[in-house]
């Protein structure tokens, strides 16, 4: 039975949010392991993905990846503007990757399992 506090303690969109962020640094070490990329393709291919995250999510992200040794920038003159940072994952990044990717997996199967479980005769 819900009552008033326990409606007020739980909130779906604070739930959807959690969920989303705790996907973004997965998210973004995949865009960068497809190739060079800078912010703006980031911010882009995570749009397309519909992970609406703003600049002011992404950077943050993106220097504490860095500091953890997942990727690495190189600066390159832009045709089109100022000089472009440019990402790449580094061997540690990829591995990070490969072990987030397997994690994924694991908690899809779970969570599928948990919210499609059927009842069957042995369970009955």
């Known amino acids: 039975m819900t009552t008033p506090s326990s409606t007020s303690a739980f909130s779906i969109e604070n739930t959807k949010i959690q969920m989303r962020k705790g996907i973004l640094e997965f998210c973004i070490l995949g865009i960068i392991?497809?190739?060079?990329?800078?912010?703006?393709?980031?911010?882009?291919?995570?749009?397309?993905?519909n992970l609406l995250?703003?600049?002011?999510?992404?950077?943050?992200?993106?220097?504490?990846?860095?500091?953890?040794g997942l990727l690495t920038y190189e600066w390159r003159e832009s045709t089109s503007g100022p000089p472009r940072k440019y990402f790449t994952l580094t061997l540690e990044g990829h591995t990070a990757l490969e072990e987030l990717k397997e994690t994924w997996n694991e908690l899809l199967n779970a969570a599928n399992a948990a919210t499609h479980y059927q009842k069957n005769e042995t369970n009955l």
Do not use: C
Request: charged share 25%; net charge neutral.
């Open 53 to 68: 995250v703003v600049e002011g999510t992404v950077y943050p992200l993106l220097t504490r990846l860095k500091n953890a």
């Open 33 to 49: 392991s497809r190739g060079e990329v800078y912010a703006s393709d980031i911010l882009d291919a995570l749009k397309s993905a």
